[in-house]
Nanobody, 122 residues
Framework: QVQLVESGGGLVKAGGSLRLSCAASGSILRVNDMGWYRQAPGKQRELVAGITSGGSTNYADSVKGRFSISRDNAKNTVYLQMNSLKPEDTAVYYC????????????????WGKGTQVTVSS
C-alpha cells in the first residue's frame, strides 16, 4: 500500500505565504512524476504545478512567478512554496504521485492525498 500525506495548509491573508508538503510512504520502489492540484468550490480540479524525478517543472499560468515546486527524492516528498497568495488561490490542494510499488511484479499507479485546505482572505 502507498499513502500520500499532505500538510501545511491553513488560513493566510492576501500577499502572504504558505508551504505545502506531501510525503509518500509504503511499499515504494520508485516515485516518478509528482504534482499539486487544487479544487475550488464549484470548479474542476486543476493542475497547479508538476515536477519530474529529474527535477523538471511546469506550472499553471495563474501561479507562475508566485509558486515554486520542489522535491526531495530521498524522502519521497514534494513541496509547494506559495508566495504572494491571492483570494483566488483559495482551494483544497491535493498531492499526486506516480508510483512504482515494490510488489512482484512491480505495478505503476497514480496516488492521491486527501487534500489540505488553503484559504486566502482579502
Amino acid at each position: 500500500q502507498v499513502q500520500l500525506v499532505e500538510s501545511g495548509g491553513g488560513l493566510v491573508k492576501a500577499g502572504g505565504s504558505l508551504r505545502l508538503s506531501c510525503a509518500a510512504s509504503g511499499s515504494i520502489l520508485r516515485v516518478n512524476d509528482m504534482g499539486w492540484y487544487r479544487q475550488a468550490p464549484g470548479k474542476q480540479r486543476e493542475l497547479v504545478a508538476g515536477i519530474t524525478s529529474g527535477g523538471s517543472t511546469n506550472y499553471a499560468d495563474s501561479v507562475k512567478g508566485r509558486f515554486s515546486i520542489s522535491r526531495d527524492n530521498a524522502k519521497n516528498t514534494v513541496y509547494l512554496q506559495m508566495n504572494s497568495l491571492k483570494p483566488e488561490d483559495t482551494a483544497v490542494y491535493y498531492c499526486n504521485a506516480q508510483v512504482v510499488d515494490a510488489s512482484f511484479p512491480p505495478r505503476r499507479d497514480s496516488y492521491w492525498g486527501k487534500g489540505t485546505q488553503v484559504t486566502v482572505s482579502s
